[in-house]
Antibody
Framework: EVQILETGGGLVKPGGSLRLSCATS????????MNWVRQAPGKGLEWVVQ??????????YFAESLEGRVTISRDDSKSSVYLQVSSLRAEDTAIYYC????????????WGQGVMVTVSS | DIQMTQSPASLSASLEEIVTITCQAS??????LAWYQQKPGKSPQLLIY???SLADGVPSRFSGSRSGTQYSLKISRLQVADIGSYYC?????????FGAGTKLELK
């Protein structure tokens, strides 16, 4: 059974930074691209970042709104992916979901339960 | 970036009614289109991938179609379990983009 579990959310002051972790199990993590998608309270879904697998040299792609403030990495030995967001703003307040990207169709076929990040003084 | 224009933003329908939600892509994305359902307080779940293929475990009353750059999600006979929000997503190229969502309620 595929499982995805995000941790690391919480309350952060504006200008601060946060590191989110995403632990996975139940599939061959090395084969898959992983993504983060976020959802501000009462709003729609916003794609944040993708990290590809070793075959693609762990290439990363970012949403323009976050580029320069976001770092994504993965540890294939731990089947985990990590998201660091710096210079946090109130508009970064959202639930952050870790998702697995389907190998062939690039849809997000599995999602974690999400982790809440609140940026407030 | 590819823009996905989703309509309607909200929809009120009766049980057993046919419901259709559409997404218009700003450029050709082929069949690189997915649909997601999100129930209140839950994570989104994949419904449709490759524009018309049903994800595992999704009831057959859901279907996806494509006409050029317009994509549709159809629920053939609305059930209580279908209440929630629906999003399209283009999977053609980075940055991936979602439609703004459709909130489906019972009339």
């Amino acid at each position: 059974e595929v499982q995805i579990l995000e941790t690391g959310g919480g309350l952060v002051k504006p200008g601060g930074s946060l590191r989110l972790s995403c632990a996975t199990s139940g599939f061959n993590f090395n084969d898959y691209f992983m993504n983060w998608v976020r959802q501000a309270p009462g709003k729609g879904l916003e794609w944040v970042v993708q990290i590809r697998n070793k075959n693609y040299n762990y290439a990363t792609y970012f949403a323009e709104s976050l580029e320069g403030r976001v770092t994504i990495s993965r540890d294939d030995s731990k089947s985990s992916v990590y998201l660091q967001v710096s210079s946090l703003r109130a508009e970064d307040t959202a639930i952050y979901y870790c998702t697995r990207e389907d190998y062939y169709y690039s849809s997000f076929d599995y999602w974690g339960q999400g982790v809440m990040v609140t940026v407030s003084s | 970036d590819i823009q996905m224009t989703q309509s309607p933003a909200s929809l009120s329908a009766s049980l057993e009614e046919i419901v259709t939600i559409t997404c218009q892509a700003s450029q050709d994305i082929g069949n690189w289109l997915a649909w997601y359902q999100q129930k209140p307080g839950k994570s989104p779940q994949l419904l449709i991938y490759d524009a018309t293929s049903l994800a595992d475990g999704v009831p057959s009353r859901f279907s996806g179609s494509r006409s050029g750059t317009q994509y549709s999600l159809k629920i053939s006979r609305l059930q209580v379990a279908d209440i929630g929000s629906y999003y399209c997503q283009q999977a053609h190229s980075n940055p991936y983009t979602f439609g703004a969502g459709t909130k489906l309620e019972l009339k």
